[in-house]
T-cell receptor, first 114, second 110 residues
Framework: DTEVTQTPKHLVMGMTNKKSLKCEQHMGHRAMYWYKQKAKKPPELMFVYSYEKLSINESVPSRFSPECPNSSLLNLHLHALQPEDSALYLC?????????????FGEGSWLTVV | DAKTTQPNSMESNEEEPVHLPCNHSTISGTDYIHWYRQLPSQGPEYVIHGLTSNVNNRMASLAIAEDRKSSTLILHRATLRDAAVYYCILSVNYGQNFVFGPGTRLSVLP
């Protein structure tokens, strides 16, 4: 079962709210990713977790806080966001151990900051 | 950082072959070339990937230049369901980071 599940599918939040995006996979993948995609643009990498440890942070503002509580779950905690943070947030996972392994994406969470 | 360039858009007639090009002149020896496509309101979907040799699967073929500085995704018979944005992606840092190209929007005409 090659599936990455993201919740919620849609989220509207105010600039003072605290919310979280969740991602789950049960494929035994030990690398998990957060990407941000603005309209008509390619996805941009935000964070990479490898074996539940943060391995890449692409200079993302601290109002975005990732968390990997176990090998199947990845969260993105959101606080004090700006309207320009409105975007599609994509989670992905990859089987580690082989350089050529592909990455599997979820359907994404649409975030609107008002 | 390895980068890819792709045409902004391409058009094809239904049931004709489509060749989608990608340039990646700064690719390093361990970077794999991946192709994904994205339909509206969906996450990117895997199409094909390779390192040096040409690759075929049920969806498409991938032709990789001998110097690896360019590649071409080949859809053998385009259907209306193939209309999507196609991304050429390099997996760098020994596969840890996937760097998206700008994408090519493919339109398929009936």
């Amino acid at each position: 079962d090659t599936e990455v599940t993201q919740t919620p599918k849609h989220l509207v939040m105010g600039m003072t709210n605290k919310k979280s995006l969740k991602c789950e996979q049960h494929m035994g993948h030990r690398a998990m990713y957060w990407y941000k995609q603005k309209a008509k643009k390619p996805p941009e990498l935000m964070f990479v977790y490898s074996y539940e440890k943060l391995s890449i942070n692409e200079s993302v503002p601290s109002r975005f806080s990732p968390e990997c509580p176990n090998s199947s779950l990845l969260n993105l905690h959101l606080h004090a966001l700006q309207p320009e943070d409105s975007a599609l947030y994509l989670c992905a996972s990859r089987l580690t151990g082989v350089t050529g392994n592909t990455i599997y994406f979820g359907e994404g969470s649409w975030l609107t900051v008002v | 950082d390895a980068k890819t360039t792709q045409p902004n858009s391409m058009e094809s007639n239904e049931e004709e072959p489509v060749h989608l090009p990608c340039n990646h002149s700064t690719i390093s020896g361990t970077d794999y070339i991946h192709w994904y496509r994205q339909l509206p309101s969906q996450g990117p979907e895997y199409v094909i990937h390779g390192l040096t040799s040409n690759v075929n699967n049920r969806m498409a073929s991938l032709a990789i230049a001998e110097d690896r500085k360019s590649s071409t995704l080949i859809l053998h018979r385009a259907t209306l369901r193939d209309a999507a944005v196609y991304y050429c992606i390099l997996s760098v840092n020994y596969g840890q980071n996937f760097v998206f190209g700008p994408g090519t929007r493919l339109s398929v005409l009936p």
